[in-house]
T-cell receptor, first 113, second 114 residues
Framework: KNQVEQSPQSLIILEGKNCTLQ??????????LRWYKQDTGRGPVSLTI?????NTKSNGRYTATLDADTKQSSLHITASQLSDSASYIC????????????FGTGTQLKVEL | NAGVTQTPKFQVLKTGQSMTLQCAQD?????MYWYRQDPGMGLRLIYY???????DKGEVPNGYNVSRLNKREFSLRLESAAPSQTSVYFC?????????????FGPGTRLTVL
């Protein structure tokens, strides 16, 4: 079964600190990997999309990396802000899957003063 | 440009009641999707519409029906609600971003079935 697993499940960091979230997937054949940010009570918002040929992609203070050989991805957040408090969801798309996505359960990040 | 809108935001139903969740997008996207999100689980696809006039089942279609009314609107109907359908429902629409389907999500409908 195609799966996407994320770690840690939850994380608390101090404002201004960096953090890294992990994603392991078994989805095959793989088309692309996305990271979404979901604020409480809102819909997910796309941060990055990477194909299997891309190793890294940045969006402001967010940097995603991808190792298609080991089927691992990470999302690095630099100089965290209170507004970064949210759930971060790793999502993988199947090749030829008709744009069907497999979602991870997310990492709940809380940034505190 | 409102993006993806959903109505209602909240709804409480009794078991056996029916209702329709509405979704509209103003981004001229061809594809639209309905997902449900439950605690401890990733979003799961209920139904999708690759283009106007077509609909297909996703991972968890049982108990639901959909209608792609036109290019803008995609509705989800629960004919006889069950407590297992208590969830947050998200509608999304898709565009092709460099050959990849970027999906934009609505704010969600929180449904409770008693």
């Amino acid at each position: 079964k195609n799966q996407v697993e994320q770690s840690p499940q939850s994380l608390i960091i101090l404002e201004g600190k960096n953090c890294t979230l992990q994603c392991n997937y078994t989805v095959s054949p793989f088309s692309n990997l996305r990271w979404y940010k979901q604020d409480t009570g809102r819909g997910p918002v796309s941060l990055t999309i990477m194909t299997f040929s891309e190793n890294t992609k940045s969006n402001g203070r967010y940097t995603a990396t991808l190792d298609a050989d080991t089927k691992q991805s990470s999302l690095h957040i630099t100089a965290s802000q209170l507004s970064d408090s949210a759930s971060y969801i790793c999502v993988v798309s199947l090749t030829g899957g008709g744009n069907k996505l497999t979602f991870g359960t997310g990492t709940q990040l809380k940034v505190e003063l | 440009n409102a993006g993806v809108t959903q109505t209602p935001k909240f709804q409480v139903l009794k078991t056996g009641q029916s209702m329709t969740l509405q979704c509209a997008q103003d981004m001229n996207h061809n594809s639209m999707y309905w997902y449900r999100q439950d605690p401890g689980m990733g979003l799961r696809l209920i139904y999708y519409s690759a283009s106007e006039g077509t609909t297909d089942k996703g991972e968890v279609p049982n108990g639901y029906n959909v209608s792609r009314l036109n290019k803008r609107e995609f509705s989800l109907r629960l004919e006889s609600a069950a407590p297992s359908q208590t969830s947050v429902y998200f509608c999304a629409s898709g565009s092709l971003a460099g050959g990849q389907d970027e999906q934009f999500f609505g704010p969600g409908t929180r449904l409770t079935v008693l």
